[in-house]
């Protein structure tokens, strides 16, 4: 088995600053995705990534960065962070033949 | 584009009755995969089921779903509810084609609490 780990688990910062979350795979999957969370929206998809280097945007991708150096890891950037975004970020990649998901336990932010 | 349609936002029921949770699709593809994804508290989401194939059932867990592409619905049921069912489902669709990973989209989420 594999394992997605994100960090940070909680972060925290100041209206109009940049904050970076990483998402770290294990899998060997080749796709890999960040999903934002909010309560009673549902998963919206921000960035996902098919392969090294590769970046597509979501439906959410506004006001986000993203960024996959390397085939196991993916990191989020918040380019500008508003209080109207704190939600939790769950970061997943996925099997290659079905697209079936495995998540990370999530990040949460909060801004002050 | 693709989405996914959940009716019920909140879904309260007794234990031991049935539950049955609804799920439309649209999507421009004949083929694609359906999934439902379950959340309990303080947990990431994970796989309860999945499907590719029309009109056969799949069951993991107690519960199961068909998929009918004729009126494309993959509605999650379970004949008992127990407490610990209670949790976040979201149904889920793939545009997944030519052994490539597609991404999913997810349905809004179907809060379920089971109450003794």
């Known amino acids: 088995g594999g394992i997605i780990t994100q960090t940070p688990k909680f972060l925290i910062g100041q209206e109009g600053q940049k904050l970076t979350l990483k998402c770290q795979q294990n899998?060997?999957?080749?796709?890999m995705y960040w999903y934002r969370q909010d309560s009673g929206k549902g998963l919206r998809l921000i960035y996902y990534s098919i392969t090294e280097n590769d970046l597509q945007k979501g439906d959410l991708s506004e006001g986000y960065d993203a960024s996959r150096e390397k085939k196991s890891s993916f990191s989020l950037t918040v380019t500008s962070a508003q209080k109207n975004e704190m939600a939790v970020f769950l970061c997943a990649s996925s099997e290659g033949n079905t697209g079936q998901l495995y998540f990370g336990e999530g990040s949460k932010l909060t801004v002050l | 584009g693709d989405s996914v349609t959940q009716t019920e936002g909140l879904v309260t029921l007794t234990e031991g009755l049935p539950v049955m949770l609804n799920c439309t699709y649209q999507?421009?593809?004949?083929?694609?995969?359906l999934f439902w994804y379950v959340q309990h508290l303080n947990e990431s989401p994970r796989l309860l089921l999945k499907?590719?194939?029309?009109?056969k059932r799949t069951e993991h867990q107690g519960f199961h779903a068909t998929l009918h592409k004729s009126s494309s619905s993959f509605h999650l049921q379970k004949s008992s509810a127990q407490l610990s069912d209670s949790a976040l489902y979201y149904c889920?669709?793939?545009?997944?084609?030519?052994?490539?990973?597609?991404?999913?989209?997810f349905g809004e989420g179907t809060q379920v609490t089971v109450i003794s």
């Open positions: 999507t421009i593809y004949s083929n694609p995969f």
């Open positions: 899998f060997n999957h080749d796709t």
């Open positions: 499907s590719f194939t029309d009109n």
């Open positions: 889920a669709l793939s545009d997944n084609t030519g052994g490539l990973s597609g991404k999913l989209t």
